[in-house]
Nanobody, 119 residues
Framework: QMQLVESGGGSVQPGGSLTLSCTGS????????MGWYRQAPGKERELVAT???????NYGDTVKGRFTISRDNLNNTIYLQMNRLEPDDSAVYYC?????????????WGQGIQVTVSA
């Protein structure tokens, strides 16, 4: 089992910045890919950014050039630096991790954290 705890959300004005953090803990052998997804009211959950254990990153088209994902493998923690935030970035942001335990690979989700961008 693995637990993911997100922090750093809140409200910000357009053009502002926020940094999200997600830390994983639990009885797993290895944490592979980790990432952020978001869901706005009435919309599908969408990819924001992912980062592999090898630090290879992938970004959703709407955040490229504005958001940066990073990772601390030692502490199973990822960060999402969000710059030049726009109202359309408002959503609940979810952390996701794929971890390997004796049961095999399993995807885990955090509870989500609200980000609101408004004037």
């Amino acid at each position: 089992q693995m637990q993911l705890v997100e922090s750093g959300g809140g409200s910000v004005q357009p053009g502002g910045s926020l940094t999200l953090s997600c830390t994983g803990s639990g009885t797993v052998f290895l944490v592979d890919i980790m990432g952020w997804y978001r869901q706005a009211p009435g919309k599908e959950r969408e990819l924001v950014a992912t980062i592999k254990r090898t630090l290879i990153t992938n970004y959703g088209d709407t955040v490229k050039g504005r958001f940066t994902i990073s990772r601390d493998n030692l502490n199973n923690t990822i960060y999402l630096q969000m710059n030049r935030l726009e109202p359309d970035d408002s959503a609940v942001y979810y952390c996701k991790a794929r971890a390997y335990a004796k049961e095999g690979p399993t995807d885990y989700w955090g509870q989500g954290i609200q980000v609101t961008v408004s004037a």
